[in-house]
Each structure stands twice: as structure tokens, then as C-alpha cells.
């Protein structure tokens, strides 16, 4: 008896080193360890919940059910072999199985770390789920804004400018000066969605933002937009098609009218990140004798990656990089510009209530004709940041703060200047 109990002892797995290995992503290790004993040690909680969660991080989620469902016949109310075997259910695209877990541990009064990964999968299920629906869904939201621009006009902060073609200084009037002003804006956004069950869809919306400047009225703006788009959902690919018509009015007066194509192919990986490719084709319209000289039609090609880093799918990050050409179509003194871009994001689930986003973006623009003011080929670099929050206070509302910058940075005076502006902006959803 005492040889038998010995050898037993000596052949048992050392659990605390496995569940080291785990904590420190050496999930493979940890398998290796734990793997020959199963037939052995079947049965024991502790070991079936690290052998489980082993083979899930080390890629090997059918496995995992196995384990986790072993751990839930000795332990139903055992919250984090649950949620493992949901979430193995969802590596194995079995999203039924994986929602019903997941449905069954929001009543159990999970912690809100759990909540919070919970939700975040039920979302990715729906998303995923979408193509095989069928039907019409309508919706839309109102808001009201209140916010501070610190350059309503986006002109500079000098107001003199040496014009080299003139060899002197013309002094700017207020008007072509950069202006902070405070605000008051309204948006109202309706849209229409419908799937014929085997992944087409199409969509519909317009939307309309009103901006009151509190002083610099001459500075009011109103946009109005519409789009309708067509996407088709292959499994883990897709593609869509879509068309915008914006237009813009400042002041009461119509400025500019802006009608845009675009395409967009997406491709899903096991892991649910996504390889991007997307086309635009932008035409912009001025109707003002003064800017039509602006007048501009505008391709663009990129690609991009959405991803996210953890188990836990509580942040979401995406990279793009694009390039295109923005030809001048009437004039324009500094010819055709060749664009180049990047842009990066990411929206971090912080509870079930409440989400923060942060945006960066670049750009770079060379014109091919020299400028006959400032006698050289104009170069500017953009960059825009942002970064807000989503507080969900009770549905259908919302309070969304905000605040994003810009710079332009140019080699010609004029076209320097920079802009901050913050917000917060109340939503009701319908």
C-alpha cells in the first residue's frame, strides 16, 4: 500500500507549475504537462479547469469543452470553467452553444470583469450571427451638442503674411484669422437595414448636423448626408458598395456638394481579427465663385488591419494605411496633390456602461504646380487625434465627451494653423 501510494504521489502532475505556465501565456507548456494524466486524473476539478483552459489558449478548444464540461458535472456554479467553455465554444465557431453559455452566466451575478467579456462576446456573436438573419430593422438617434472650437474658420493665427510674388506683407481681416467661439449643435441620424437571411444586406440613412456659433455667425454651419449601401457576407469574406451624397451650407448659403463612391473587402480570420482593402472616389463641388477654383476629384486606395490583443476582447485596435491622388479639376493654383496616409484607433470596453475610443491619424499632400503667390510646390502634413467616451446612463441615452485636435503644418504661411475642439453631446437612441 505504502509503494502503491508513493508511486501515485511521484506521478501526479505539478498543478501549481501548469497554472504558472498559463498566467504567463506558456499555455503549450502547460498542456504538455498536464495532457498524459487526463485518463488518470479525469474527474478532479482542479485539474480538469487547467487542463481546459491549457488547451484553449494553446489552440486546441475542442479539447477544452471536454475538460469544462467534466468540471460543471462535479461543479455548476464554477463561473470561470463556464465562461472558458463559452468561449471555447466561440473559438469553434458553435455560437449558439457560446451565446447560451453566455446568456446563462448573465444570471448568475457575474463579477464585472466577467460582464464585461461576456457582453463583448455576445456583441462578436451577433456580428457574426447577422448574415443568417432576415428581416427589416430601422433606427436612428437625436443628440444635442455643446462644445468649444478654438478655429471656427480653420485659418492662422498670423495675421500677417509675406507674399513672396509681391516681395511684401499683406495683413489678413478677421474674417481669414483663426476664431475661437463657443457652441450649440443638433444631429438627427435615421437609418434602415435589411438582410435576406443568406448574408445580403442592404442599408440606408440620412443624417443632419446643425452648428450656432455663439459670436461667429458668418462661421454657422449645416451638413446634410445620405448614403445607401449593398454588402454581401461569404462566410469569412465580404464586401461592400457603397454611395453618399453630403452637402454642406455655411451661413444659410450652400457651400459645397460632395458625392462619394466606395468599395470595401473584409476577410475574418479563425482568431476574429480582419484584413481590410476599401476604395473611395470623392468628387467636391464648391458653389461659391470664390472657392470653385478648389474644385477636386479625389481617389483613394488602402488597406488595413482590425484586431485585438487578450482573451479577455476587451479593446479592439485597427492600423490603415492608404494613398491616392487629389486632382484639381478647376484650377487650382497648386496643381494636383499625391496623398498618402495612416491612421490607428482603438475602443476599449471599460464596463457594461461605459467605453472609451482614441483616434490618430496622418497625412502627408505634394502638389505638382508651383504656386504663383509664394513661387514654390506646396507641401502640407496633417495630423488629427482624438478621444472619447461613451457612457450609457440608462437606454436609450447616452453622454458622449470628446475632444479632438488638428495641425496642419505647410511649407506655404497660409495654410498653417491648428485646431482643439471639445464637446459633450447628449444622445437619445431609437
Not at 449558439?96 to 446568456?103: M, N, P, Q, T, W
Not at 438582410?195 to 455663439?214: F, M, P, V
Request: one cysteine or more; glycine letters at 10%; aromatic letters at 12%.
Amino acid at each position: 500500500m505504502a509503494a502503491g501510494t508513493a508511486h501515485v504521489c511521484a506521478a501526479n502532475p505539478n498543478l501549481a507549475e501548469a497554472e504558472r505556465l498559463i498566467w504567463q501565456d506558456k499555455a503549450e507548456a502547460a498542456y504538455n504537462i498536464l495532457q498524459p494524466y487526463e485518463f488518470e486524473l479525469s474527474g478532479d476539478v482542479k485539474f480538469d479547469y487547467l487542463l481546459g483552459l491549457a488547451a484553449l489558449e494553446s489552440g486546441r478548444p475542442d479539447q477544452a469543452t471536454l475538460a469544462f464540461e467534466r468540471v460543471l458535472i462535479q461543479d455548476p456554479n464554477f463561473l470561470g470553467a463556464r465562461l472558458d467553455l463559452a468561449r471555447a465554444w466561440f473559438a469553434l465557431n458553435l455560437f449558439d452553444l457560446a451565446r447560451e453559455e453566455f446568456e446563462t452566466l448573465q444570471g448568475m451575478d457575474p463579477p464585472p470583469a466577467a460582464r464585461k467579456t461576456i457582453k463583448t462576446y455576445l456583441d462578436l456573436i451577433e456580428t457574426k450571427t447577422s448574415r443568417t438573419k432576415k428581416g427589416t430593422e430601422f433606427g436612428g438617434y437625436l443628440e444635442a451638442r455643446v462644445g468649444i472650437d478654438s478655429n471656427v474658420n480653420a485659418a492662422p493665427g498670423n495675421t500677417d503674411i509675406y507674399i513672396p510674388a509681391f516681395g511684401g506683407t499683406i495683413t489678413l481681416n478677421s474674417d481669414s484669422v483663426g476664431t475661437s467661439d463657443n457652441y450649440l449643435a443638433m444631429a438627427l441620424g435615421v437609418n434602415g437595414l435589411y438582410r435576406n437571411g443568406s448574408g445580403i444586406s442592404l442599408t440606408g440613412g440620412i443624417e443632419a448636423i446643425d452648428r450656432k456659433l455663439q459670436r461667429s455667425t458668418a462661421f454657422n454651419t449645416s451638413d446634410l448626408k445620405g448614403y445607401l449601401g449593398f454588402s454581401n457576407e461569404l462566410n469569412k469574406f465580404a464586401y461592400s458598395i457603397g454611395l453618399q451624397y453630403s452637402q454642406m451650407y455655411l451661413a444659410g448659403n450652400s457651400y459645397r456638394d460632395t458625392p462619394s463612391l466606395g468599395v470595401d473587402l473584409r476577410w475574418s480570420q479563425d482568431s476574429g481579427n480582419v484584413i481590410f482593402l476599401f476604395g473611395q472616389y470623392i468628387l467636391q463641388r464648391h458653389n461659391d465663385a470664390v472657392n470653385q477654383p478648389n474644385d477636386a476629384d479625389i481617389g483613394l486606395l488602402g488597406a488595413g488591419y482590425a484586431f485585438t490583443i487578450g482573451d479577455q476582447m476587451k479593446t479592439q485596435y485597427f492600423v490603415s494605411a492608404y494613398g491616392g491622388e487629389d486632382r484639381a479639376v478647376a484650377g487650382r493654383a497648386d496643381g494636383h496633390k499625391s496623398l498618402f496616409g495612416l491612421k490607428g484607433g482603438l475602443k476599449h470596453v471599460i464596463n457594461s456602461e461605459l467605453d472609451a475610443n482614441l483616434n490618430l491619424g496622418y497625412q502627408r499632400g505634394v502638389y505638382n504646380s508651383i504656386n504663383p503667390l509664394f513661387l514654390l510646390k506646396r507641401r502640407d502634413s496633417i495630423t488629427e487625434a482624438s478621444v472619447g467616451l461613451v457612457w450609457r446612463v440608462a437606454e436609450p441615452w447616452s453622454i458622449r465627451p470628446s475632444i479632438s485636435y488638428f495641425s496642419s503644418d505647410s511649407n506655404i504661411a497660409i495654410y498653417n494653423y491648428n485646431r482643439t475642439n471639445a464637446l459633450v453631446a447628449i444622445r437619445y437612441a431609437f
